[in-house]
């Protein structure tokens, strides 16, 4: 039980409202008591005198037995709890009207006695109780002068009944039974409100731990439904929320992280496997063919014609080649995803690079007999970005286009301006009316070692590294990438890049 939060406030809760009950309840008792005393002792302040003033009670020294009895007389039938004592001068017992046996002091002190009598100090005062050698009560008390002279004191002990303890005095008084137990009984209504509070209160808290030990019992995977219990209160309007609903909606934002963090991780972690095995299966292919052909030249050495024997040799190479193309591309890809490539931004014109690109491809253009052209205004204003990788970028753009364009069909490469403003932007396209993407396929294209399947026969397949390359490079710059593409009539590929502004 003590484990709970719950259980702990309750015991403290409970611990405190016993520590003040019992206190209120003395203290309540105590000042009651000397309450008593006070009145009782004031009500009683001229009692002794009065007595001394009905009767004579000494006389040149020696006790007046008469006036004596008819004063004990006179008070059993009054009140019998009052007792009075003939004192001498030093305190002395010297009659008394107790029955015989009772009195256990033969003197009392006559310190209280002066001081009730020069009224100097504040009821109530207590004397020694000539029944008990440890217990003092209230008195009334009056000298007795006779001939002039001071001959003793009159001790009235004025209640004959004390209460030892508390409980005797609760249990003596009704009023003092009646208002303890409305207290006892007010205090056990608090405690048990402040329980059912405490027990609402910690209720939000125990479902949240529970949700808590459930998700984390889940591995971090169960979906968020295991903490749609607490989720509601997240969408309660930020002025109502206390701080376990605060935490609430903390811990389900923290939740949705971790989740979608486990989601990337096991996504990147199924990525690189797949990489793994492409980037394997790609190497070895060519290594392979590579392989096969120098074997067959070093066993068939002098059995091969000089045709053949070239044949072999361009082939191989051809794989080479291949080889490192995709050793380059792979450690490319891997700079640019580690953030290792810092674009140098600077300026420059976006025509003349177009140009210079499209002469790279011109001779390989003619070859296939595609039409490559440029459509540009001459005054376009400079852009900002990072020459080489953009040509990088253009590269890709035009090979594929060349590539997956057939015969007699044209590409273009134009540049429009955005915006005319000097904060615009020049878009490029790289445009062909080629065999064109599959509409299911395109989200894909940009995936690392993804590849169209074809039955295109003799088309040189690439490495599917070179629109993941272009994808990086383009978004360095700011820009996302665009592509439509019509299956068998053609592709328009999209980026733009930031007019430089000085
Ligand atoms: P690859 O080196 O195999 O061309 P890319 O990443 O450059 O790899 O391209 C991925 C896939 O996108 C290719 O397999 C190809 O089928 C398709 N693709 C790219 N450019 C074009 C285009 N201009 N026309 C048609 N298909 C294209």
Do not use: W
Request: hydrophobic letters at 40%; glycine letters at 6%; proline letters at 5%.
């Amino acid at each position: 039980m003590l484990k709970t939060l719950y259980g702990k406030l309750s015991a403290v809760l409970f611990g405190l409202f016993l520590v003040v009950g019992v206190l209120y309840i003395l203290s309540t008792l105590f000042t009651t008591r000397l309450y008593l005393q006070e009145v009782n002792q004031r009500l009683n302040e001229t009692l002794a005198q009065n007595l001394i003033s009905q009767e004579i009670l000494m006389e040149s020294g020696q006790i007046n037995q008469e006036g004596l009895q008819k004063i004990f007389h006179m008070l059993m039938v009054i009140n019998p709890s009052i007792e009075v004592y003939l004192l001498n001068l030093e305190g002395k017992i010297l009659a008394y009207s107790a029955p015989p046996g009772k009195v256990k002091r033969e003197s009392v002190s006559l310190d209280p006695v002066a001081r009730y009598l020069g009224k100097k100090t504040a009821f109530p005062i207590l004397g020694d109780d000539p029944r008990d050698l440890n217990r003092q009560k209230i008195f009334s008390a009056a000298p007795i002068s006779g001939q002039g002279s001071l001959q003793g004191y009159l001790y009235v002990i004025l209640a004959g009944e004390e209460y030892d303890s508390a409980a005797q005095m609760i249990q003596g008084s009704y009023i003092l039974r009646l208002s303890s137990m409305t207290i006892a009984g007010g205090l056990a209504f608090v405690l048990f409100a402040g329980l059912i509070f405490f027990y609402l209160l910690t209720r939000r808290l125990r479902r949240l731990s529970a949700s808590m030990e459930k998700f984390s019992g889940s591995d971090f995977s169960e979906p968020l439904n295991a903490v749609s219990a607490v989720h509601s209160a997240s969408t309660a309007p930020p002025t109502l929320k206390d701080e376990i609903d605060r935490l609430e909606s903390t811990f389900v934002r923290m939740a949705d992280r971790i989740l979608d963090q486990m989601k990337t991780l096991q996504q990147t972690d199924a990525l690189r496997r797949e990489l793994v095995a492409n980037v394997s299966h790609d190497l070895r292919t060519p290594l392979a063919s590579l392989q096969g052909y120098i074997e067959t030249l070093l066993l068939k050495e002098g059995k091969l014609t000089p045709e053949e024997q070239k044949a072999y040799l361009e082939t191989a190479a051809c794989h080479g080649e291949r080889l490192s193309k995709l050793v380059s591309e792979l450690f490319e890809l891997a700079k640019l995803d580690a953030h290792e490539v810092q674009p140098h931004f600077e300026p420059f014109s976006l025509g003349e690079l177009v140009q210079d690109v499209t002469q790279k491809f011109h001779l390989s253009s003619e070859k296939k007999q595609i039409r490559l052209q440029t459509h540009f205004r001459a005054d376009l204003p400079f852009v900002r970005a990072d020459i080489g990788l953009i040509e990088r970028a253009l590269d890709n753009l035009l090979d594929n286009a060349l590539r997956y364009t057939p015969q007699g069909g044209t590409v273009t490469l134009s540049i429009d301006q955005e915006n005319r403003q000097e904060t615009g932007k020049l878009v490029v396209r790289v445009s062909d009316t080629g065999c064109g993407i599959p509409p299911d396929e395109i989200p894909r294209i940009f995936d690392r070692f993804y590849r169209v399947q074809r039955n295109t026969p003799g088309e040189t397949q690439g490495a599917g590294l070179g629109l993941a390359i272009t994808r990086r490079i383009v978004e360095l710059h700011g820009s996302p990438i665009g592509v439509e593409s019509t299956l068998h009539s053609g592709t328009t590929f999209t980026f733009s890049l930031p007019v430089y502004t000085p």
